[in-house]
């Protein structure tokens, strides 16, 4: 049983524009929402998070979005770059007594950035 | 600050070896984990560590076993690999006590079992 779904395997766009990455989830104990990112190779990164009394949470070039009632959100890259080319993975938690806050991580949007 | 380590980077084992893998971080975190990653499947939690001297099973233990040595220390233990153990393991650490929840991840090491 997913909790949380990254329905696209794969997102391409060109330069310039705008990529705009989905997740859904099940669970509406849900309260902290991650977004991170991760290259060939390497240990994933952490990019923006978005607590679940937002709606909006910016950071530079990346916004992530929460809709509480479609149990939805959504990371959004403008401008996009080359660099940007990576698998983004989207998380969640709920807070639990035991004072460590596990994540459950979507399958991934591989994202690929033209020039 | 070398963050999250791993070792080793790469391993190759034959069906019923055992090793163990290797973290530390140097971030005074209370909370540690191990994950594993799969072609298509995303990254699914193993073991946790949620401060010293405790241990929990994520969403896939059957086959692990953990020990959290020290404040900084998480190993993860394969006692007779399989081949269904082949995969990419990341270690991850947090801080407590917050609703951040982010978690500083280890390089990975990649394993596979023949």
């Known amino acids: 049983d997913q909790q949380v779904k990254q329905n696209s395997p794969s997102l391409s766009v060109q330069e310039g524009r705008i990529s705009i990455l989905n997740c859904d989830y099940t669970?509406?104990?849900?309260?902290?929402f991650l977004w991170y990112k991760k290259y060939p190779a390497e240990g994933p990164t952490f990019l923006i998070s978005?607590?679940?009394?937002?709606d909006k949470n910016e950071d530079g070039r990346f916004t992530v979005f929460l809709n509480k009632s479609a149990k939805h959100l959504s990371l959004h890259i403008v401008p996009s770059q080359p660099g940007d080319s990576a698998v983004y993975f989207c998380?969640?938690?709920?807070?639990?007594?035991?004072?460590?806050?596990?994540?459950?991580f979507g399958k991934g949007t591989k994202l690929t950035v033209n020039p | 600050n070398a963050g999250v380590t791993q070792t080793p980077k790469f391993q190759v084992l034959k069906t019923g070896q055992s090793m163990t893998l290797q973290c530390a971080q140097d971030m005074n975190h209370n909370s540690m984990y191990w994950y594993r990653q799969d072609p298509g499947m995303g990254l699914r939690l193993i073991y946790y560590s949620a401060s010293e001297g405790t241990t929990d099973k994520g969403e896939v233990p059957n086959g692990y076993n953990v020990s959290r040595l020290n404040k900084r220390e998480f190993s993860l233990r394969l006692e007779s690999a399989a081949p269904s153990q082949t995969s990419v393991y990341f270690c991850?650490?947090?801080?407590?006590?917050?609703?951040?929840?982010?978690?500083?991840f280890g390089p990975g090491t990649r394993l596979t079992v023949l």
């Open positions: 669970n509406s104990m849900f309260d902290y």
């Open positions: 991850a650490s947090s801080g407590t006590g917050v609703m951040s929840n982010e978690q500083f």
């Open positions: 998380a969640a938690s709920a807070w639990n007594q035991g004072g460590s806050e596990k994540l459950v």
């Open positions: 978005i607590s679940s009394i937002k």
